[in-house]
């Protein structure tokens, strides 16, 4: 029984030490990593040349049901929020980037702001950014800083004013 609670002790102490790290609301979850890669229309965007704006990136794949159960949603925000400066970049995650361009063109979706590359170059995106599971969403503000990094449903678009 005393190693019960011992046990009970030490999970209460893990759960507050990791509860207690983790950033308040508001606060910077860290600078975004630089990447560069490739549109699906063949050209090269790079989050530095973006800075000064606010970012949305979506990482997603063509074969993740949820990806595309959430897709709209924050391609529909990202234009009710375009002309505030917030711009989408999506991180395609297929092995074959044609799937994404199928997938986008036949459900209307612009393709300039899908990017790809390479398999291996967006995988090393998605491990700079420490992205599991996908749909994952990571908003970075106008200085560079990680304000969000979760599901894209997670994100709540009233709290997209104060980044814009």
Known sequence: MKAYWIAIGVAVLVAWSIVSS???PGQPLGAAPEFSLTSL???TVSLADLRGQVVLIDFWASWCGPCKATFPEVQAVAARHA???LV????DLDRN???ARTYMEEHGFPLENVLYGSWDSAQAVREK???GGIPHTVLIDRQGMIRYSGHPMRLRE???AEWL
Not at 88 to 91: G, K, N, P, Q, Y
């Open 22 to 24: 983790l950033p308040k």
């Open 41 to 43: 229309q063949g050209t």
């Open 83 to 85: 002309d505030e400066g």
């Open 88 to 91: 989408l970049l999506v991180v």
């Open 97 to 99: 980037p044609d799937s």
């Open 129 to 131: 950014y420490g992205v």
């Open 158 to 160: 009233g709290s997209l």
